[in-house]
């Protein structure tokens, strides 16, 4: 019986333990969230992810009309080059090789 601790340290442990227990409760009082803030930042967070999935389908739908801007404004700029060519060159190659037809019938007259 000598190394049994006496009923009053029993007591005085357990005066201890049951304050460093409440030390600990208040601890995690203080780092717990309560559950209505909990739902709240859930409500949040599916708030803004929502958001964001409506704004990423938008962006898509975005780019793809402006590839579909950019095709078109290819095709356009092609058709314009040869609208310039049939307009600008072509007309230019005929008056020069009238010019040309007409020198060459003009030497050959005066001889």
């Known amino acids: 019986m000598p190394n049994e601790p006496s009923l009053g340290e029993v007591v005085r442990r357990l005066d201890r333990m049951e304050a460093r227990l409440e030390e600990l409760v208040r601890e995690m009082g203080l780092r717990v969230v309560s559950a209505e803030l909990y739902a709240?930042?859930?409500?949040?967070?599916?708030?803004?992810?929502?958001?964001?999935?409506?704004?990423?389908?938008?962006?898509?739908?975005?780019?793809?009309?402006?590839?579909?801007?950019?095709?078109t404004q290819q095709v356009q700029q092609g058709t314009n080059w040869r609208q310039a060519v049939y307009a600008g060159i072509l007309p230019t190659l005929f008056i020069l090789l009238t010019l040309g037809v007409q020198i060459w019938l003009a030497s050959r007259g005066t001889r």
């Not at 803004?48 to 999935?53: A, D, H, N, P």
């Open 40 to 71: 709240r930042d859930q409500r949040e967070l599916e708030r803004r992810f929502t958001e964001l999935e409506r704004d990423l389908a938008q962006e898509r739908a975005d780019r793809e009309t402006a590839i579909r801007e950019l095709k």
